[in-house]
Structures are given as C-alpha cells and as structure tokens.
C-alpha cells in the first residue's frame, strides 16, 4: 500500500475544489478533510488562539463542536493506526491547512499528546521550539517533554516517525488571491457563517507551508526534485493537465471524470460552515476561460478598500507584502504543465 497523500494548502488556494477532485475516487481513496484542524483550534493542545480562553463562553463554544477532548495524537491514531479503511486497503487522502501542521511564533512544536514518537538520539539533545534552538526540552505549559535527535530540529506538530508515513505535498496560491478570499470569510455577512469573526494575519499559512516544505527537504524526508506542489492559478487555468500530473506523480491512476461531480451537501465540510460552498455548487473543476489579469498594487488596493473600507484594505495589503516572499520561494517548486 502506497502512503497516505497528505496535501498542505495556505487557506483559500482551491483547496476543497482539488478535494473535491479525489473524492471522486471512492474506489481507491478515503479522504479526510482537514482533520488537525479540530486539535488545533478546539482540543485541549489548541495552538489557535481564535477559540481559546477560559470563559464560559468560550469554553461551551469548544464543547458544542464535540472536538474539544481532541488531541493530535487522537487524530493520528484515527488515520493511521484505527481507520477502517486500512482494512480496506484505500489509500488515504488528508487535504489539510499549513497552519495546522506548523504552531504558531511563541508556541512549542511537536504535539505533547506525541511525544513518545519522538526520534530518540543521545549525541544530540537540543531542541527547536517553533524555529528557536533551546536545551533540552520544550515546555507546553504543564510539563517538560524531551526532545532528541532528529526531532530537535523539527518545526511542526508531528514527529519525524510519523511525518515520515504521509505522502507530503502542497497547494498554494498567490496572496493577492488568497489573503483577500480568507479575509471576506471573516467579515459580515459571511463571518455570520464561518464563525470567525475577525482576521487574524497568523492564519495566511505562507510561513507555515514554507517552514514544513524546508524541514521536510532538510531532513532528507523529501528531495527537491521530488517535490509536488500546485498552484491554484495554474490549476485554475489548466485542471486536466495539472490534476493528471499530481496524479502521476503521487502514483494515482487519472480518470477524466474526476474533473466533474454531484451538486450536493457534503458532510465532511459541515464542521467548517461557509468556507466551501463554492467548491460544493461547482459541480467541476473547469479551467477557466481567460487566464485572471495581473493587477497592480494601486488597483488592488483600490478594490480591496470598495469591498472593505480603507482599514481592511490596509490590513489585507500588509499580510499580503509580509507573505509574498515565502510565495515565491515555493512556487520554485510548482508542477508546470
């Protein structure tokens, strides 16, 4: 059995529509959508601070869920060690956010919940916390977990054990795109929706997809020249020939009809509300049909400041300049068809 596909995408990069493409293959594939979410945001290792606090309030908003007793390792174990598809024997797909996967600037790396996976090494005991080298072990705020070896320079919530078993590749999209798409999803009357009721820039998930795809190349998990990773634009623009060299590449066999699907309610999207409906309405993914213009700067900002005000338009113009540098260094590595 290959490994399971793994795919890392920044926040609005078409991602539920390139699901969307592999849930087709029920004869073959098993897809997860965004399963690290629900540690991330709601569990009790909750790296999000969107719904954190002690609140009562915000405490009952975690409850509701039904995701707030949710580790990392839950969710591991779930797609590794307990799925019934493995039984199966589908191949797992996990289209999942970068944000996810890679904590937040301040907070500890590898998941407390999997420490026991963590690579054991007594040349080497020091520790990276979030990209910072420390001695010795990281603390989550209630005990000290050790870290060694290989995993000392590990930036992301899984160990190299279990980072290792997935399949790992990426999905972006330019944050002229993308930053103003996450941007609508977190204001009236969409906000109403989603939940998310005010933008956070830590979300835009550019430094998160570069710092998994550095480590994962460091490490010597995944060499350069194997890399796969689409952007959304040339997705857009060409979805026959981007999807059948994914599919190559990631060792699926390509059929014409994944490109096309039933409109209808999907339940593995109603835990994120608002946030897939297009890729839900869509019925396809066709390319479309002129390829989209390149906009300057000025005339961004101008339709950024009609559709949200001049604050809006000024916090979307700086997530977008703080993220265009970690854009163009993974878009290096960009499947060209």
């Not at 191949?91 to 996976?117: C, E, M, Q, W, Y």
């Not at 330019?174 to 969409?190: D, E, F, G, M, Q």
């Not at 999807?243 to 390509?254: A, K």
Request: hydrophobic residues 35%.
């Amino acid at each position: 059995m290959s490994k399971p596909i793994l795919v890392a995408s920044v926040p609005r990069a078409c991602s539920t529509a390139f699901e969307r493409v592999f849930m087709t293959r029920t004869d073959v594939l098993n897809c997860h959508h965004e399963p690290f979410g629900e540690p991330f945001y709601y569990g009790p290792e909750r790296l999000g601070s969107r719904f954190d606090g002690e609140t009562s309030e915000t405490k009952a908003l975690r409850d509701d869920t039904g995701f707030s007793h949710l580790t990392y390792k839950d969710i591991v174990d779930q797609l590794l060690y307990k799925s019934p598809e493995n039984l199966q024997q589908r191949r797992l797909f996990i289209k999942d956010i970068s944000t996810h996967l890679v904590p937040p600037p301040g907070k500890p790396g590898i998941a407390p919940s999997l420490s026991a996976f963590v690579t054991r090494d007594y040349h080497n005991d020091a520790t990276r916390t979030n990209g910072t080298l420390t001695k010795g072990h990281v603390s989550n705020g209630q005990k000290k977990i050790p870290l060694k070896g290989r995993d000392s320079s590990n930036p992301t919530v899984l160990p190299i054990s279990i980072l290792s078993q997935f399949l790992v590749t990426f999905l972006i999209r330019h944050p002229n795109s993308a930053i103003p798409s996450y941007y609508r999803c977190t204001v009236p009357p969409l906000s109403d929706t989603t939940g998310f009721h005010y933008f956070d820039p830590a979300e835009a998930g550019f430094r998160e997809a570069r710092i998994l795809l550095q480590f994962l190349i460091e490490s010597g998990l995944l060499k350069k020249e194997d890399v796969v990773l689409v952007d959304a634009d040339d997705l857009l623009d060409n979805p026959r020939a981007v999807v059948e060299e994914y599919c190559r590449r990631v060792g699926i066999d390509f059929r014409e009809e994944m490109l096309s699907w039933e409109v209808k309610e999907c339940e593995e999207f109603e835990k994120w509300k608002g946030f897939h409906e297009d890729a839900m309405k869509s019925g396809g993914l066709k390319a479309r049909k002129t390829k989209k213009k390149l906009k300057s700067d000025e005339e961004n900002f101008k339709e950024w400041k009609e559709k949200y005000g001049e604050e809006g338009a000024k916090l979307i113009q700086t997530t977008v300049r703080e993220n265009i540098p970690d854009y163009e260094w993974m878009r290096q590595f960009r499947i060209v068809v």
